[in-house]
């Protein structure tokens, strides 16, 4: 959809409510520069990572770079580290925030990205960094499936039947499917057009029953 | 032990050390402004003033004092790995630099310009022995006596006898015998010398004629960098401070230098009036040579934490760590340079505080929320094991790509008000949000942990919200107090 990924040397955003997405493909495209070998680094607003649920997305977390900054130093972080140099991507995660941020905030921190050839993504509720993001991603939640997690397996070995089995193993959330529409980007909207993104739970059950 | 002066002003005055008050002192150091208006070290303070009335004589600390003798060591270590240290005088081995410089000439000339980046106003010798270059070191700025006993005898002949640094009672007899050169000690019988001097006389009378026995012992170097200053008055805020530690770290950072090491971490130990200390331990992510770096950790350090009393005195004590090289991979995207990342990392750590700056890292804990954060690394990491991509397939004619479904957590986990209807939880109040709960998925009973002394026992169920979100709560069982640990997005 994004025609090639998050443009190295500019800024992008995706934005959403709550439970739209976004930290999923914040995951997502971490996880997918630090397989490749390049550096990331992610400056997180509210300390709201989950190191289990990143291990899961594909992101190895020895070689993700961490930081847990407050509201009036996200910022600042997030210069310093496309500074250094040599991160392919950073991202900062906002979440829930909406700092109020001069537009020569989002100017600067392009012009750094710029210098140093480095991908900077924006995850924030509302888009934030307007015309100054050369991609904007809107996300939107779809649908959501709540599975029931059954071992089959062990039902013959220890003799519970199916009413026991499905109150010992509730139904919990299983997939969030998102819209997404590109807001700006190197593709025409008509391109864009008709993507979903489909959020599995890393344990899920089959048709058959099986764990996987 | 000029080294003390940071002032700039200080450096271009007519300005002294001497080891205690009183006009009888000797002078210790000297600026260059007193040297050249006709100050000799050596001279009584009395003696200094007559010839230069301007001059203003402070007493020479003693953090000074071990200060510029643990800098003098640092300056052998920068050209030998072994070294020798006696007060004030440094002796290392030069015979391996022949291939790094052409002389012995420029060797002599590097070690000055060495000692004058690190404060130090020295004299320096190449000699064949210890004595020799005592000798030698009295004799003039840069002297380079001969290898051969017969052409250092040569050499040495014509200096005067105080080169020698003769006892009071050697030097009575030299000057009843009318011995006024060291050639003409020289000249003199050995036994002689000997049956009416004693040993001293043998020592002096062989160190005339070129030779010297005294082994060079090499000592072990300190483990650790110490720095420090003393001042008359008392220091109440952070900014008069900061500049005294500056001038400490610069010190310390060229002496780390010299021994081409790097800072791991620092100690702070500030002399509190009156009496007591205060002590701080500066941890670093990664070995660093910036000391505006050092000093910004060390004043948000101060700035979170700040003496009870006024600072009379300060010193820094540094571990060295070595930078080590990395091979870069030819095969892998480029990184940032370690030695940039390090400098970065500890910038990011001086801004939000060295604990908020890592790597994450799962605990091995039943409790889903647990993690830590580890050091992060600084060196590049190794090539990825390949990972199969989540598949892009079709579904109901839209492009669909699927990826793990991410959860952000409330930390700590926010508080909130549920309310239980007949089929389980019916709605949420508290700080985060307000709603109805549409699905209520749960709940998942976990429990354990019980034999690590701080057992927990909760009921999780998934909620999907009439706001939107898709949370996480929890019940606590023993308290049984709702919580919202975070919510899938």
Known sequence: MLGGGWPRGALSEVYGPRSSGRTSVLYASLGAVLQKGAAAALVDAESALDARRAEQAGIPLRQLLWVCASQSQTLKSTELLVSAGGFALVALDLGDLLPHLPPTTWIRLRQVAQRQGTAVLLAAGFPLAGSFSATSVHLQQKNVDFGRQACARFRPRLGIDDHTLARAHPPLVTALASSVSLDRGRRSAEQAAHCSLFFQEPLRASASGEWT | ?489
């Open chain 2, 1 to 489: 032990m000029l080294r003390g002066l940071t002032e700039p002003h200080e450096r271009e005055a007519p300005i002294a050390l001497a080891a205690e008050p009183g006009g009888r002192a000797l002078l210790l150091g000297l600026t260059r402004t007193a040297r050249l208006a006709g100050a000799c070290l050596g001279m009584t303070v009395t003696q200094a003033r007559a010839i230069v009335p301007l001059l203003r004589v402070m007493r020479a600390r003693q953090a000074d004092v071990d200060a510029a003798q643990a800098a003098l060591q640092d300056l052998g270590l920068s050209f030998a790995p072994r070294i020798e240290a006696e007060s004030g005088r440094v002796f290392f081995q030069v015979g391996d630099l022949g291939s790094l410089y052409p002389s012995e000439q420029a060797v002599a000339q590097a070690t000055r310009t060495q000692a004058t980046q690190l404060g130090l106003a020295v004299r320096v010798t190449i000699a064949s022995s210890k004595g020799l270059a005592r000798v030698g070191t009295r004799a003039g700025e840069i002297v380079i006596l001969p290898g051969t006993a017969e052409a250092a005898k040569a050499r040495l002949a014509g200096l005067p006898l105080t080169v020698l640094d003769l006892d009071e009672e050697t030097h009575r007899t030299m000057r009843d015998w009318g011995i006024k050169t060291v050639g003409e000690l020289a000249s003199l019988p050995g036994p002689e010398v000997t049956l009416r001097l004693g040993a001293n006389g043998a020592h002096f009378h062989q160190l005339a004629n070129g030779m010297d026995a005294e082994p060079f012992l090499p000592q072990p170097p300190a483990d650790a960098i110490e720095e420090g200053t003393e001042v008359d008055y008392t220091i109440e805020s952070l900014e008069p401070l900061s500049f005294l530690l500056r001038g400490l770290l610069d010190r310390a950072l060229q002496r780390l230098a010299c021994r081409s090491l790097a800072c791991a971490g620092l100690t702070l130990r500030l002399s509190l009036t009156p009496r007591g200390f205060a002590v701080r331990e500066i941890a670093l992510p990664s070995p660093t040579r910036e000391a505006s770096i050092l000093l910004q950790l060390v004043r948000l350090d101060l700035e979170r934490r700040p003496p009870d009393t006024g600072v009379v005195g300060m010193s820094i004590l540094i571990r060295p760590a070595r930078i080590r090289s990395t091979q870069l991979d030819l095969f892998r995207p480029n990184g940032p340079a370690p030695e940039q990342l390090a400098a970065t990392i500890a910038r990011l750590s001086a801004l939000v505080g060295p604990e908020h700056v890592g790597t994450p890292c799962v605990v091995d804990s039943w409790k889903e929320e647990v993690m830590v954060i580890e050091p992060p690394m600084v060196e590049p990491a190794t090539r990825p094991v390949p990972r199969e991509r989540p598949r892009e397939n079709r579904r109901d004619g839209h492009d669909e790509a699927k990826a793990t479904l991410g959860i952000r957590r409330f930390r700590p986990p926010r508080d909130v008000e549920v309310l239980i209807g007949p089929t389980g939880p019916a709605a949420l109040r508290g700080r985060e949000t307000t709603a109805r709960i549409l699905v209520a998925a749960g709940p998942y009973r976990m429990s354990g942990e019980w034999w690590a002394g701080g057992g927990f026992c909760r009921e999780y169920w998934d909620v999907h919200a009439s706001d939107g979100a898709l949370y996480r709560i929890h019940q606590d069982r023993e308290t049984s107090r709702w919580y919202l640990d975070g919510y899938y997005d």
